[in-house]
């Protein structure tokens, strides 16, 4: 069964300070990865997807199959970051089922 | 461009009856998703529909159904309501199927009573 877990429902660093949310996940074959924010009072919204290897607003992912992880980080976490994460993981090429972890709620303090 | 458009917003019903709700995609996207978001059970996928037909159903009963048209509008038809029905439901839509990035809607906030 795909699986994805966030073990953290709440986080909270001070401003400027590294900020990891971890993401595992399970599954047997080749997944695809994502982060989706939600800020206050905002829709659900993309972050980034493995298969970029981008970096979106200052976050990273990296996808380790070996510990299937895929958790997020920042170097320097800003007030505007504080917001709801979510990891998700779409196991099946072309199809738009995502598997969702229940989030985790990040607060970054000044 | 407008984003994804979800009607109505918030609506009230009682056991036993039927509601249908509305997501109108962003325009020249053709995939549409939709998913229910509960305290208890987090985002859970309902179904997608692409080109009218429906692609993939997620692990709910068969009280839930919906719909694609031409126009790639859809419309989820929930009937014979329970209590535990009470949820946001999300419309996602995509410009293409497996395209990656899904946009939501505000949702449509159910309430059964």
């Known amino acids: 069964a795909q699986r994805v877990t966030q073990p953290e429902k709440l986080l909270s660093v001070f401003k400027g300070a590294p900020v990891e949310l971890k993401c595992n996940y399970s599954?047997?074959?080749?997944?695809?990865l994502f982060w989706y924010v939600q800020y206050s009072r905002q829709r659900l919204q993309l972050l980034l997807r493995h298969i970029s290897r981008e970096s979106i607003k200052g976050f990273t992912a990296d996808l380790n199959k070996g510990e299937t992880s895929f958790h997020l980080k920042k170097p320097f976490a800003q007030e505007e970051d504080s917001a709801m994460y979510y990891c998700a993981l779409r196991s099946q090429g072309g199809s738009e089922k995502l598997v969702f972890g229940k989030g985790t709620k990040l607060t970054v303090n000044p | 461009k407008a984003g994804v458009t979800q009607t109505p917003r918030y609506l009230i019903k009682t056991r036993g009856q039927q509601v249908t709700l509305s997501c109108s995609p962003i325009s020249g996207h053709r995939s549409v998703s939709w998913y229910q978001q509960t305290p208890g059970q987090g985002l859970q996928f309902l179904f997608e529909?692409?080109?009218?037909?429906?692609?993939n159903k997620g692990n709910f009963p068969g009280r839930f159904s919906g719909r694609q048209f031409s126009n790639s509008r859809s419309e989820m038809n929930v009937s014979t309501l329970e209590l535990g029905d009470s949820a946001l439901y999300l419309c996602a839509s995509s410009l293409d199927r497996g395209a990656g990035e899904l946009f939501f809607g505000e949702g449509s906030r159910l309430t059964v009573l």
């Open positions: 599954y047997s074959g080749s997944p695809e």
């Open positions: 529909y692409f080109s009218e037909t429906q692609r």
